[in-house]
């Protein structure tokens, strides 16, 4: 008899999972669960299926055979519990479902601050399809949205709401945006081409009240004093995994569901991936690492020898707004800087040097040769041979090296 | 589309183009397979002609002091100062400088105004510089200034030896028919004696590397060995020579031993060359500014004639003593009387010669005595006894010796006409009238090349602007002074037939250069006139005026000159100075005013750099590429340094193109004393003693702009143009920040673009800006430490004619990896590099033949052939 396997989550991770397993030969019995009634859908393109620059359809990961490829699929289903010691789990229709396997695969929730205003309207977030479809339906022309958070989610947000016709503010706590990935040039360059497009911006700023009438919000009030009028509120301020179900059924956790090189938690019939798992003390909200995770548990639980899991320094790499984003490394760690600016074409690019290594790259406007400068950080490779080709690329830094060779 | 046959204006050959023209432009020239010279050959400065023909830095308007005004006005206030300082410092105070690419008819318009109605003979010319020691010897030899070879003699003859000439490059097309005769040939022999190896001696079979200026000793000791080897032609000597026992008294002295440690040759070598000279009957002597431009240059020049005299070797085929001249018509020039010590048509100062010409033209005040050679004649302007100076059609800030002292005296002088085709010379700056001139494909007359053969340079198109001939502006003033009748010319033909009959007028025979047989020709069959040899008396069947043995001096026979050797000398000597030679280069003509309009002949060197050797540059600490000052007489020239094998130990070589239109240190001239040769006035330009030292930098830029960029405060800096722009590299003084320079750079060049990108590497020095508008690239420039990290040229300017430009980041980077990079140019007409024909080497290709079947190199002009055979020869040792 198959084994079963159950996967508690359907969202990106589990997707990235099914893709992998419908690769190799398991045999298992799948069941997919997942809260929200859509399934295995990207997410990454909620902002710009909000902007209205794709369609639901595009935003599809699985082809119809991979969907259909667990056995059972549960959307619109919440898991209640897990009972480790008798390897079952009960649906919040009271089914139980047994396993052989268990992967937590429960993602993260947008973290809320508590302003203590719960219940007034017009306060959301940017999360799942069922919110950008009800942003949707509500009339965006001359209303006005506020997006707390300029970092990659917000920015995502906020483009998503200025596209649709809301009249879009930023405001974000740090000097730049995007100030994990970025430096303050490279932040500032993509402020000004997002400013192109209609938003507004507010840096170093918090939100210090809201005003709200029967019920509604109309304003929010600056640490500063100033007031910004709005009618909807997207916080956009970070994600905070989800392990309530792992810990409630002992799993051990701290920011999120600990696993290790193999993606086991500490039951050995249980695994998480995703943004909910932990890893060392790392949690992971890019789509890289999540992949490499599924490759591996994907051969774990098809009971084939595989690669473990490393910790990377995953690259970012996005595009907000229609500017290209790639950031690798840390620009602040290197001690020489190497700077292209071309200000007209909203061109940024930033790469540090410690030594004769690469250290850090931001890439704004123009994210070519972005993986090459990953690697070149991650294999930490001598650089001074082509280092004024660096800049311009893989192939321009090969023909440099070859003709300096050749001369 | 028509085709009109003209002339080339560059060097003395003086080869036929066929000019195709099209709506009032010409679009293509070709080599005239009509013409005597070059039978359809062409060079490659000849080739690109129709690329010079822009009205970019034209004059095209009459200026006074800056200001536009017509030409009435201009013409009047020409005239009226003339006639002032005439009228109070008397005619010594004023002076024409005049120059070999004017036309025959200009230059007997100025000559006859100058010396017959102004009363002065302060008429010189650049062709002092360049050919004036060969006239005086041949003065001295013959009585008259009388070449006696052909060019054909240089493909009959058995032997050529060429003396202080790089022909390969100077003289290309007439050096190829040498090579070519040399092939059909295989007895012939080329010896070249020349201090410096070249694309001219590698072809030779016998390169004498002598110790610069020694020329006269390796000719004085084969006058000295003929003697001994019984080569001597002992009736030929007595018939119709004399002088002998004097010059050979001199010679005596003058043993193998002693021609060795002057000259510093093997004596092997020099018996070889000995040898060769006595046993071959056929024998061309060739030589140039080498020899000419010396302190002793009409002594060196008579010393050669010596011996062709001494072994009765000329007015025969196949052999003579062979002055070729640099320009298209010094030899033009001097049948009018271009030179302050001619009077007019080979006639001096004497009183029948003064008394013939006053009365052929009628004149009211005839000049009767030579008047002030070019060295001298800037020395009074500088003393302030001539305050009058009209210049015509030449650049002396540039091309005179001691350029500072010309600079200073063309300061200080009260008043200086410039007629110039274009407006932005180094001399113009000093004129405070500038007259626009018509250029090559515009004006119409003639021109002698150098073996007497008169052609005609044709208008082509219409002038530019406000243009004028030269005759026409010196005649509008002639006629405003007063001398309307005697200068009513209304066409050149006019102006020849006047000189063709000046040549024939009391002449029978007595004088070599007649012409007369061209006085009286219609404007129709002037503008027909072929192509002709002088002399062509009227009505007397042409001779080869000396095949007789009869000469023009008073008693027909020949002069030997007892020359007396002797070495340059030099003020201030001192071991750790290195001697300066200078020259020319393969694709450029004198001060750039036009071949550096042409970005193809920009190609082959590009920017300003003085060659020495490997061992010289190792005892200096420098390095190729590296940037040096060299200074001699308080004159000093930053230029970049090439090693090159070629150049000998103890010596510099400069090339002499360069001015501040080009550079901002580069007039090698000022470097050269103006010391002069005692008999000819010509000054010693291949001659002097300088320092070199290290200029250190803090970091070089390579700036490609689309217009004429402004640059900063720069060590160094070299503009060459380019398709569609320009491109400079410069060096930034030690004392200066590189990020301070690009900063102030930028600052400049940012205006002119819509999208300006930045790039900095401060950790190494590097600094790139790039500007665009409209998709195309406006400026590029880029700063390293490292001259060797800044990109490659061509590639750089080749980016200006793309458009649009797509993908900007190798326009930073300075590279594209998918363009193959040319390297330096070799081949000017189809455009191949080093790089290219390096590579066709490595692949197999063993011969010159198989390199053009491949890459066309060398299958047009020829002039890069020494070169590709160098870079094979190269490959297969």
Redesign the interface.
Known sequence: MAQKLVIVGAGMAAAYLLQELSRLDHGLHITLIGEEPDACYNRVMLSALLAGEAAESDLAMLSTDQLHSPNRLLTGTRVRAVNLRQQTLLTDNNETLSYDRLVFATGATVATPDIGMSGVEGIRVLRTLEDVRHLQCVAAQGRRAVVVGGGLLGLEAAHGLNGRGFDTSVVHRQPYLMNRQLDAEGGEHLRERMAQSGLQFFLQASVAALRASDGKLHAIVLQDGRELACDLLVFATGIEPSMTLAREAGVACERGVLVDAYLHTSDPNCYALGECSQMGTQCFGLVAPVKAQAVVLARQLAGADGPAFALEDWPVQLKVSGVEIFSAGSVQSGD??????????G?YRHLA?AGQQLVGAVLVG?K?DGIWYAQLIRDAADVSGY???L???K??S???RL?AVAA | MTSCRTTCPYCGVGCGVTAEINDATVIAVTGDRQHPANAGRLCVKGSTLAETLTTEGRLQHPLVRGERVTWNSALDSVAQKLQAVRRQYGPGAIAFYLSGQLLTEDYYVANKLMKGFLGSANVDTNSRLCMSAAVAAYQRAFGADYVPCSYADLEMSELVVMVGSNAAWTHPVLYQRMVASRKANPAKKIVVIDPRRTETSEAADLHLQIAPGSDAYLFVGLLHYLLGSGNLDTRYIEEHTRGFADALAVAREIDLARVASMTGLETQQIEQFYRLFGTTEKVVTLYSQGINQSASGTDKCNAITNCHLATGRLGRVGMGPFSITGQPNAMGGREVGGLANQLAAHMGFDEADVARVESFWQAPDMAREPGLKAVDMFRAVEAGDIKFLWIMATNPAVSMPDTEQVRRALQNCEFVVLSDCVEDTDTAAYADVLLPAMGWGEKDGTVTNSERCISRQRSLVPATGEARPDWWIVTQVAQRLGFGKAFDYRHPSQIFSEHASLSGYENEGRRDFDISALAGLSEAEYEQLEPTYWPCPSGNPVAEPIAAGRFFTASGLANFIAVQPALPTFDEDAERLLTLNSGRLRDQWHTMTRTGRVPKLMRHRDFFSVSISAEDAMARGLAEGELVHAQACSSSVTALIRIEDTVPRGQVFSPIHWSNQHANRACINGLIPAVTDPVSGQPQLKFSRVSLSPVPVSGWGLLLTRHLPVLPAAAYWSRVVASGGYLTLFAVAASAQLQEVQRDLVNHLQPFATRNIDYQDPGSGDFRNVGLAHGQLVYACYLNADRRRLPDGDWLTAQLAVAPLEDTLPLVAGFNPGSPVSGRLICTCWEVGERAIAQAVKAGARSVECLGEELRCGTQCGSCIPELKRMLLAAAS
């Open positions: 020489e800087h190497l700077v292209l600016r071309d200000a007209g074409s061109v040097l123009d070519r280092r004024s080709g800049m311009f690329g192939a321009v090969e023909a440099m003709s």
